[in-house]
Each structure stands twice: as structure tokens, then as C-alpha cells.
């Protein structure tokens, strides 16, 4: 992605006070390009906040689609009201693993206690191994996919209970 058309997308931002973030999806020949720019905040699970999604690449820069809320984006539904759980989301489309060997222990379990920088996943896409590292310390609270199960950009793999 081009650095003013981010610079479009920020100014877009600026100009929509009832927008909190932005958020750009592109499939160019399988492949996934990702942009998000979110006000001060106004994070990925922000509740209430307007966002706007550019999903075609005919879209871009022109004529973004604008939608509400964070509905249509691939995320899940949020887990039933309970301890405050933060997510790890896939950043990439591919093929999850929970170890780094088909024989290994995985990586994290249900229980396990995380730190912000340590690898829980594996995601395969395009034949090349990506370490998936937490950006949240905390306690696993739910694995959402299953081992060699396909994922797509900003599906929930975990939710982590930071005070737990």
C-alpha cells in the first residue's frame, strides 16, 4: 500500500469525528495486504465506534464502503460478559499450527500463562513457517481453532485473560 493513500486514510479519519477506525483488506492474487488506523482510544474491540472498511481494490482510494461497528469484518461474536478477555487475532491469512512439529508439545494450552513477545502459534501461508508471537501477557482462557485448521486475516486464535 502506498504511503498517501495511508495518508488519505488518516486524513479520512481525522474528518469523520463519528469514525474511530479504518480498516483496509486487498486480495491481490492470493495474497493479503492489511492496513488499520484507529484514533486515540478507540481499539480493535472498541464498542460503539463507527469504522470504515475498503474491501475491493476498486475501491481504494475513491470510494471506500462505509459500515458501523465491527460487524462484517470476520470477527467473531464477543464471548459471553465475564472477565475482560484480550484476543490474539491472526495477522495473516494461512494455515495454523500449534507446534513447531507435527510430534511436539504445542506451544500454548488452555491454562498456560503467556508474556507479550512469546511465540503460541505457527501460521503457514505460502510454504513459509511465521512464529505468531502474543501481544498481550496474561492466562489462556479459550484456543478458538483447531490444529492445521485454515485462518483468515483477524480471526480470533486465542483469548487471554490478562489479569488472570
Not at 120 to 135: D, Q, R
Given at each position: 500500500m502506498k504511503l498517501?493513500?495511508i495518508?488519505q486514510l488518516?486524513?479520512?479519519?481525522?474528518d469523520a469525528?463519528?469514525?474511530?477506525a479504518?480498516e483496509?483488506?486487498r486480495?491481490?492474487?492470493g495474497?493479503?495486504?492489511?492496513v488499520r488506523?484507529?484514533?486515540?482510544?478507540h481499539g480493535?474491540n472498541?464498542?460503539?465506534g463507527g469504522h470504515?472498511?475498503?474491501?475491493?481494490?476498486?475501491?481504494?482510494?475513491?470510494?471506500?464502503?462505509?459500515?458501523?461497528?465491527?460487524?462484517?469484518t470476520?470477527?467473531s461474536?464477543?464471548?459471553p460478559?465475564?472477565?475482560?478477555?484480550?484476543?490474539i487475532?491472526?495477522?495473516?491469512?494461512g494455515?495454523y499450527?500449534?507446534?513447531?512439529?507435527?510430534?511436539a508439545?504445542?506451544y500454548v494450552?488452555v491454562g498456560?500463562?503467556?508474556?507479550?513477545?512469546?511465540?503460541?502459534c505457527?501460521i503457514e501461508?505460502m510454504?513459509i513457517m511465521n512464529?505468531i508471537?502474543?501481544?498481550?501477557?496474561?492466562?489462556?482462557?479459550e484456543?478458538a481453532v483447531?490444529n492445521?485448521?485454515?485462518?483468515?486475516?483477524g480471526q480470533i486464535?486465542f483469548r487471554?485473560?490478562?489479569?488472570?
Amino acid at each position: 500500500m502506498k504511503l498517501d493513500i495511508i495518508t488519505q486514510l488518516v486524513q479520512m479519519l481525522k474528518d469523520a469525528p463519528e469514525v474511530g477506525a479504518i480498516e483496509v483488506r486487498r486480495g491481490l492474487f492470493g495474497a493479503w495486504s492489511s492496513v488499520r488506523v484507529s484514533k486515540a482510544g478507540h481499539g480493535t474491540n472498541a464498542a460503539g465506534g463507527g469504522h470504515v472498511f475498503v474491501g475491493q481494490p476498486a475501491a481504494l482510494p475513491h470510494s471506500p464502503v462505509f459500515a458501523s461497528g465491527g460487524m462484517g469484518t470476520g470477527e467473531s461474536p464477543a464471548p459471553p460478559a465475564g472477565p475482560q478477555l484480550s484476543e490474539i487475532k491472526s495477522p495473516m491469512v494461512g494455515t495454523y499450527y500449534q507446534s513447531p512439529e507435527p510430534a511436539a508439545q504445542p506451544y500454548v494450552k488452555v491454562g498456560s500463562r503467556v508474556n507479550v513477545g512469546q511465540v503460541v502459534c505457527i501460521i503457514e501461508a505460502m510454504k513459509i513457517m511465521n512464529e505468531i508471537e502474543s501481544e498481550v501477557a496474561g492466562v489462556v482462557k479459550e484456543i478458538a481453532v483447531q490444529n492445521a485448521q485454515p485462518v483468515e486475516f483477524g480471526q480470533i486464535l486465542f483469548r487471554v485473560d490478562p489479569h488472570g
